[in-house]
Every structure is written in C-alpha cells, then in structure tokens.
C-alpha cells in the first residue's frame, strides 16, 4: 500500500509540473514565445536561470552619476567579479546586477571571445541597442549568391507580414526611406537629426548619391498600450520605468501575463532536455535551483529553446539519448558550429566647423545610419578583397563639459561659467561589418571543466578571419573619406577589430536549413529530428547581414509560434 501511495504522489507531482509549452529565457525572442503562445490559448512554463525584475521596478532609473559610490564605474573588485563583462562598454555601476556573475559562469577561451550575458528576467532585451532593421532578399540570398554557409529556407516575402506584426507591437520609429536594402515598415515618427547630422546627409545625397538616416529604433514617439514616450534621458540600460522601449519586461511579459497563461520561474537553469525514444519527441526538462541547487522536472508537449545562442547550444549538447548521443537533433553536426558576431571599432570622426550658434535637446537614445554600399550588385563599390560589407552608425555632438573633470585655475563660479559653454562639434561614424559563416569557428563541451552547478563548461574556437580583417580596413578608409569629402577637419580614423562577442550579436550555432544533412532547423525553426522542439533565437540565423538582429528574431518567433500551434491542433507534433 505504501507503494502504490508513492506511485500516485508522483503521478501528481508530474501533473502539477506539466504544460502545453516550455519556453526556456526570458529575453528579447523568449518573451516573444511566451506572448505568442499565451495569446493562442496554450498554459506556458517560462524558465529563466536569472533573477525576477519586474516593470517599472528598475532601481536606478532616476539617479544621477553623483549618487553612486564609485561615479557608475566598476570598482576594482567588481571588475574582478565582472572580469569578462567588463570588457564591454556597458556595465556600470548602475545596471550591474542585470550582468552574469563571470566567476560562478567560466568558460574556455582557445581565442578571445566576449561572453556578454545577462543573468535576469528580461535578459538582454534590457541592454539591446533597439536598432530595429528589416533584413532583405539581399540578405536572405547572400549564402547562395557566394557560396558561403547554407542557403536560407525563406525569403524576404515569407517574413515581410511578421515583420509588420511585431513592429506594431513594439513601436518603432523611423522614416520610409525607400531603399532596397532595408525595407520599409510599420512606423512611429522618426527622431530628429541635429543640424550637423542634416548637413553630413545632404552632403552625401548630393555628392555620392549615398542615404544617410535616422536610425529605426524601438524607442516609442508616440504611446502604445501600457507604455509611454521616450523621454530622451539615453539611460535605456537602466531598464526603462517608461516602458518607452521595448523590453520583455515592459511588454511581451504583461502581455503574456494578461492571458492568465502563463506561469514565470525565475531562478531556473535548465540543465537538459528529454527525449523520448518511443515517441521521437521531447517530453521535457531537468531544471536547477540557482539558490538551492536541487533539481526538478517539468513537462510539455512543445518546447521553445530561447536561452541565447551559446546557452542554447550548451544545453542542446548536454542533452544526449540513445538516439543522440551527440546532443538533441545533432545529427548534423551543426550545433555549435558557424559562431558568427558582427565585428566593430573601425571608423572616423571629424571635427565640424559653423555650426557654433547651434545645439540641440535632450540625450537622443539613437544616432544616424549609413545602409551598406560596398558590394551591391550593380553599383560602382565592389571590392576585389572581400565579399559582404557594411553599415555605418553614428551622430553628431558638441563636447566641452567634461573640462569640469580637468583640475586647473578655475573655481567656483568662473568653473561654473566655463562649463556652461559647449564645445565644438565632432561627427563620428562607426562600422558594423558581417562575418561570415565558418564551421570551424564553434563551440564544444568541455566535460573535463564544470561551472558551479556541475555542469560541462563550453570551450570557445571562434575568430574573425582574413575577410572580415579586410573589411575593417575599408570601414576606417570609407569613413574618413566620407568625412573628408563633406569637408569636415580634423578626421582621424580608427581600425582596432573587436573580438567575437562584443557586438553581442552571436548567432548561428543551431542554423536553420533545407537539408537536415547539413542544418539543424527547418524553415519555421522547428527541429528537422525532433518534431515539437523549436528554436527562435540567434542559434537559427544562417547567415549574419550587417545590421541587427533583433527585430528578424522576433519576426521569425512569432511565425514559429503560429505555425508550432497549428501543427499542435492538428495533431502533428
């Protein structure tokens, strides 16, 4: 009796911890999943390893930079604690407790590679840069044209409706520029350039017939249900107690939160996934307490794999079976191969005289854009020592305030005085180039390393190569002639390639293809080997483009959401 009384306490205990869906992070394209699925009635267990942070609690979105003890810079023990996200430019003091914890979270550099991860709800969507671009058949055809990487399964005419979808929902400024590259959409109005910035485009227009924009970026002009105007203060990394850009907490996570759908739980890593090998499908996930470390078990019938490029192929390799002893749906050999990023710090900047009488109003949260140019069938910018190319971001500013930092004669109220003038205008441009996709540039499981929760750490193989090397060479070069041919003085160019990470647009490591010989996903990212596991974030990107990433992940979600819940009803998965 006192077994079968076991037998039925496990049987509920199952119960209880059973779904229609498993969406595994919380971040830019795991909150899109959970939003999508909610909506079309499914009852959705999100697991998100980092800590709960709801909206508009973002505790310090108001102070200023006297408030913190170390004027928002990292101390020397916090630099230490933070020894790998400190590489980037955008932990500080005041959103620090959003970034992983590098020392409980190792791993193995062959090569330098910049691991930026956050480590809470809402992941990066906190600490995107929001630039919103559509990618293009340019895009979409850029494997096949040269040979590189796998041909995508889709077209730019299969995304286009879920772009608009997802664009209405997040609110994107920006103007209908009419060019090829880079589709137009559903937008808010545009911000404003400054009179520099207005100046540096009619110069291009005119001279090299060459679009310079405004950048499209997920920063609301104008309100939307539950979220405000951005009220230009450019502290986005904060957490936005505005909701005025999007973020999963200001905005799929209400939404999803609205249905009565969906339950969120923080605090949970999931260490691995089940497969089944009777029914060929997955039947859940192995979680572990962070805090505790004890380890429970949660099921569903479709499970999301959104937990970022590199998390997701660590756990998709974790996850072994009799049938794939070499990771879930790894029968290609793919995951965690074709590491792309895009690579950064090439460019110029110039000083801009005859605009002295001239300033501007507040901390616009987003700059200028130059689409690519180089290597654009049917143009005079191709190039002979690299294929692909490049976008330019940028902005115009006046400086002159940080003299105050500067000990010298002055004090008090002559100080005052002096810092109330601003200095001259600088314009700089910064490229972001595409990387190609390479196989050898990859990830592996480390089994002989574990990280503080006993599991394999990941051992990173991943570099830039002789194109992309090539390319940073032309974003310096084409910038500064850029600004010399407007007339600007003073340009100084600057080439000094980040390393792989640091743009923190990974992607590639579980691609999306035709063949099931040579990719992981299909064309709605479903696994070509295990029908009810689907996988929406940078993993299933198969080329790189050169401009952001994010709005093509939330676009490709929400269709992979739509189409997994049809093939539920149907009977399919």
């Known amino acids: 009796m006192l077994f079968q009384d076991t037998i039925n306490l496990n049987t509920k205990a199952k119960d209880q911890n059973t779904y229609d869906a498993i969406v595994i992070g919380s971040g830019i394209s795991g909150g899109w999943a959970a939003k999508e699925l909610c ?4 009852k959705v267990l999100m697991l998100e390893r980092g800590g709960p942070l709801q909206h508009p609690n973002y505790e310090t979105a108001a102070l200023d930079t006297w408030d913190f003890p170390h004027r928002n810079r990292l101390s020397k023990v916090e630099k230490e604690k933070y020894h790998i996200q400190s590489r980037h430019y955008s932990i500080g003091e005041d959103n ?17 590679y910049d691991w930026i991860r956050a480590n809470v709800v809402g992941g990066r969507s906190l600490l995107w840069g929001r630039l919103s671009w559509r990618w293009s058949d340019f895009d979409f055809e850029s494997n096949l044209m040269d040979g590189h990487g796998v041909d995508w ?6 995304i286009a409706p879920w772009y608009d979808y997802v664009e209405r929902f997040i609110g994107v400024s920006g103007n209908k520029d009419g060019i090829g590259m880079i589709p137009d959409g559903v937008f808010q109005k545009p911000m404003e350039m400054n009179c520099v910035e207005k100046d540096f485009a009619s110069k291009m227009k005119k001279q ?9 970026v997920a920063n609301l002009t104008e309100p939307v249900k539950g979220r405000g105007v951005c009220q230009n203060r450019n502290l986005c990394h904060r957490g936005c107690p505005y909701g005025a850009y999007f973020s999963t907490n200001a905005s799929t996570l209400p939404a999803a939160f609205e249905t009565g759908n969906l339950t969120l739980r923080p ?7 089940f497969f089944d090998d009777q029914s060929q499908t997955a039947t859940g996930v192995e979680v572990i307490d962070t805090e505790t470390k004890a380890t429970e078990e949660f099921h569903a019938k479709l499970i999301f794999v959104n937990a970022s490029t590199l998390a997701t192929a660590q756990l998709l390799l974790s996850s072994t079976s009799s ?25 110029a900047s110039a000083l801009i005289e005859g605009f002295e009488d001239k300033y501007y109003y507040g901390r616009r949260p987003t700059g200028i854009y130059v689409p690519r140019f180089r290597n654009v069938k049917g143009t005079r910018d191709e190039r002979t020592d690299y294929i692909r190319g490049f976008g330019l971001q940028g902005e115009a500013s006046r400086s002159g305030w940080r003299k105050g930092n500067i000990p010298d004669e002055m004090i008090g109220e002559t100080l005052k005085e002096a810092l109330t003038e601003p200095g001259p205008w600088r314009l700089q441009l910064n490229g972001y180039g595409e990387c190609l996709p390479y196989s050898e540039n990859r990830i592996t499981l480390d089994k002989d390393q574990k990280d503080a929760w006993g599991r394999p750490i990941l051992k990173f193989d991943v570099s830039f190569k002789e194109n992309e090397r090539a390319m940073q060479k032309d974003m310096a070069q084409s910038a500064a002639e850029m600004l010399e041919l407007a007339g600007y003085k003073d340009v100084k160019s600057f080439d000094n390639i980040s390393f792989p990470g640091n743009a923190n647009h990974e992607m590639g490591s579980a691609r999306m293809g035709k063949d099931p010989k040579t990719s ?10 295990v029908k009810n596991v689907f996988v929406t974030d940078g993993s299933f990107m198969t080329s790189s483009s050169c401009l952001n990433p994010s709005l093509t992940y939330m676009a490709f979600t929400a269709r992979a959401c739509d189409y997994a819940v049809k093939e539920l009803k149907k009977g399919n998965i």
Do not use: W
């Open 39 to 42: 909506e079309r009635g499914l």
């Open 96 to 112: 620090k407790r959003f970034y992983t914890v590098d020392a409980e979270n190792p791993y193995e550099e062959t090569q330098r």
């Open 153 to 158: 399964p889709v077209r730019y005419k299969d």
């Open 208 to 216: 090299l017939k060459r679009p310079v924009i405004i950048s499209r």
């Open 267 to 273: 605090f949970s890593l999931v260490n691995q996934i």
């Open 323 to 347: 049938r794939f002893p070499n990771g879930l749906g790894n029968d290609s050999d793919q995951i965690g191969r074709n590491i792309m990023d895009h690579h950064k710090h090439a460019g």
């Open 520 to 529: 992981v996903l299909n064309s709605f990212n479903q696994m070509h080997a």
